[in-house]
């Protein structure tokens, strides 16, 4: 058992905590910094593929959404809506992960960003419809959710626009040449 008075250990013992620490928060002040690192920055390359073949889906949703647009007045069930959603987020749409995507192949950096923002804002606006699609409805309760819903996909229309607006002609052109020789 270790005496207190010996010298040797306990500076020993605190050579080591002292490294320790010293380790600790060196760790520390490397993951603050490149937690500062803007995510943007961190993106080693351009998607891999033209951006028009992005822009395909990102039309398609906007096909869909407009389909959800109608049938949310006419009261469709939620039956009917789900499969709409559930395209438009996931496969063969895969909304969010396409809006970052064409995002990140715009040339300026404040492109990009403008173009994150409102993808991010097309992607809540989807998010928020399509949570409500569960909620109980009837009554006055059935009024706020249609007009809930018709807004969030109003609204999310409206965000999609500007988001493809803000990507160029050309490709816009591609992407609606593509859409068009599609089978569906």
């Known amino acids: ?60 949703s906007q096909q869909l959404l407009a ?8 009261g469709s069930s939620v039956v009917a809506l789900r499969p709409l959603l559930d395209r438009i987020l996931g496969p063969p749409n895969n909304l969010q992960q396409n809006l970052r995507d064409a995002a990140a192949c715009l040339t300026t950096p404040r ?21 409500m699609r569960g909620a109980p409805r009837d009554g006055a309760v059935s009024a706020r ?8 996909a109003k609204a999310a229309q409206v965000k999609l626009q500007q988001f493809l607006d803000l990507m ?6 591609a992407a609606a040449m593509q859409m068009a020789s599609l089978p569906f």
């Open 111 to 131: 492109d990009v960003a403008t173009a994150e923002a409102i993808g991010r804002d097309v992607y809540e606006y989807v998010q928020y419809f399509e949570s």
């Open 168 to 173: 160029p002609a050309d490709q816009r052109e």
């Open 67 to 74: 389909e959800v647009e109608q049938l949310v007045p006419e």
């Open 145 to 152: 959710y249609i007009l809930f819903s018709l807004n969030s």
């Open 1 to 60: 058992m270790p005496q207190e008075n010996e010298p040797e250990s306990n500076a020993e013992e605190l050579d080591v905590v002292k490294r320790r620490l010293l380790l600790g928060l060196l760790g520390t002040a490397a993951l603050c910094a490149f937690a500062l690192v803007p995510t943007q920055q961190l993106q080693l390359g351009k998607p891999s593929k033209p951006l028009f073949f992005y822009l395909v889906p990102l039309l398609r």
